[in-house]
């Protein structure tokens, strides 16, 4: 059965490698099915790789094959809780040793433009806490960090 919603994203004819990579990295993830263009269209001919129907922890995805000139932006992000730093390195190393680039604040891109915060739980924590001096000291340690270290965060939680 198709969902009710579901995410689109486009790519220039590597939706079934982007989607292949991400169902490998990411837990609850995984390829569902391959659609092939029933005809030729403006990005490609019939047979090629039309659209790829995957998860991104059990979030509905599909890869759409559209073609050059619609790159991905920050707009559009995926933000991935994770328990603890070798998670957290684990992805991010994932994401970046693979092609990706690294940014700002737990922020980085993927090889084919989709952007991810790699976000620990004790940092959103941290930042959200009512005490708002301990949030402020997390909310700016995080800002001279690229990977988040959790380590540093909660260093700065305690002052």
């Excluded at 005809?39 to 094959?65: H, Q, R, S, W």
């Excluded at 040793?97 to 690294?102: I, L, Q, S, T, V």
């Amino acid at each position: 059965m198709i969902p009710k919603n579901t995410l689109c994203l486009w790519y220039d004819g590597t939706a079934l490698d982007a989607a292949t990579f991400y169902a490998a990295t990411f837990p609850d993830s995984e390829v569902k099915a391959i659609h092939r263009a029933p005809a030729d269209y403006p990005a490609g001919k019939e047979g090629d790789v039309l659209t790829v129907e995957f998860t991104v922890l059990g979030i509905a995805c599909i890869g759409m094959n559209g073609g050059p000139g619609v790159p991905h932006t920050m707009a559009f992000s995926f933000q991935i809780a994770t328990d603890d730093q070798a998670e957290t390195d684990r992805l991010w190393h994932a994401i970046i040793d693979n092609g990706g680039e690294a940014s700002a604040c737990g922020w980085c891109r993927d090889k084919w433009g989709l952007s991810w915060q790699i976000t620990p739980r004790v940092l959103t924590a941290a930042y959200t806490s009512p005490d708002r001096v301990a949030a402020k000291r997390a909310f700016e340690a995080m800002m001279t960090m690229g990977k988040i270290d959790i380590a540093k965060i909660e260093e700065a939680v305690h002052g």
